[in-house]
């Protein structure tokens, strides 16, 4: 039977919850087919109701309504041809590596010689080659989630669904596991036909996705669907790549207005350099958890005003730098959440600061900061050297206050560190080698 390489499709699914009385809808009537050959990435705020329907699409839960078809088949119970990867994936703490590998096998009553062959196979393409005898207990995060991966990819999933897999992983291991997969995918090494990955990071969706659906929540929809036509191995300083990155954050952030006119142009280049707010980050992320507190994450900015006990003209940068970093949006005396705005509040601090790097490096004045840096002298500056530039375009104090806004988001995001003794900006290492990636 062919279903035009359908793979997998669900229809009006929808979700309710009930804890005591109270009813609550946490997926509305989403329809969604994936198809073979495809691999898809699904964005949206925290409580949109990923994780949701990836355990409906497996199987690991029946949904309040609708249908779930593997290959145009009806399903229920848990889909064999599935397998999900979690963020942290539980590993056995009293088995090896190769056995850990081996117990996916068994229960798929694989015979105990092909086993430990596969298995090995398996360790040796995600990198853990010569690892196989050691226990969870003595790997790094990295490195037990490739193992994770490696247990997945051995029951040979033809739908392989990964639950934000790289967002607990430090820079370094994300890029390398997501480097290998990519690998195995494109280089048809694995006989998964299609995957499905729900992210909080852009970039990352961009870089290894054919597709990404764009959800958001109250209640949990699809509310976009984008192709991602480019060709394989992807960069991202490819022109083509950077505005695909562009047009999903201005769907996650509602964005209006074109990014040249909301962000202004870098300092030395026609145009005017817009200011930043100087707020703290800290400052910013409290704003931004009370309004993902407020009944539909909007409020009156009066009320805002009262509630957070801040001066009225430091509220009003508060609220500017949300803007400006595309988490809020203003109407008519009211401010709201944007979608990545409440991605971002209910983010951990790993993830937040992923969140926040990414939309700082779209900043003009931050760009600049950084072009700087890598054209310096051992990639170091003094501050001072930074605020005297900065007085071409701002008076004195603004371009002092500019200058240590600059830097204080830019440590927040660990893109740069300064030393308070010495008074240097430097680059932090893995920013140097431009970054080829820059996830
Ligand atoms: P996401 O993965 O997008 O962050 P989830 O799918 O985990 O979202 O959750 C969607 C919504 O459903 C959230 O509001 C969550 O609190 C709620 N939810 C998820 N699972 C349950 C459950 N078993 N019981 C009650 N509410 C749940
Ligand atoms: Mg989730």
Known sequence: MHHNGVLLEIRHVSQVFYSGSKRFEAIHDVNLAVREGEFTALLGPSG??????????TGLQSPTEGQ???RGVPQQGVNPHATIVFQTF???P???VLENVEVALEARVVPKKLRTARALDLLDRVGLDGF?????????????QKVGFARAMAVEPELLCLDEPFSALDVLSAEGLRGELLELWTGNKIPTRAILMVTHNIEEAVLMADRIVVMDRNPGRVVFDLDVDLPHPRSQRDRQFMELVDR????????TESEEVELGSAPGEPGRTRALPSISITDLAGLLEKLNEAPQNSTDIYRLSQDLKVDSNHLLQLIEAGELLGFATVAQGDISLTPLGETFAEASILARKEIFATRLRRL????????MLRAADKQRLELDVIQTALELEFPVEEARRQAETVVSWGRYAELLSYDDDSGMISLEPEQVETMRVSL
């Open 48 to 57: 949109c109701g990923k994780s949701t329907l990836l355990r409906i699409i």
């Open 68 to 70: 779930v078809f593997y």
């Open 90 to 92: 539980a590993l056995f």
């Open 94 to 96: 009293w088995l090896t």
């Open 132 to 144: 196989e005898n050691a226990y969870p207990r003595e790997l790094s995060g990295g490195m037990r």
């Open 248 to 255: 999903v954050y201005a769907i996650l952030t509602g964005q």
């Open 364 to 371: 003009p004045l931050f760009k600049w900061l950084m072009t």
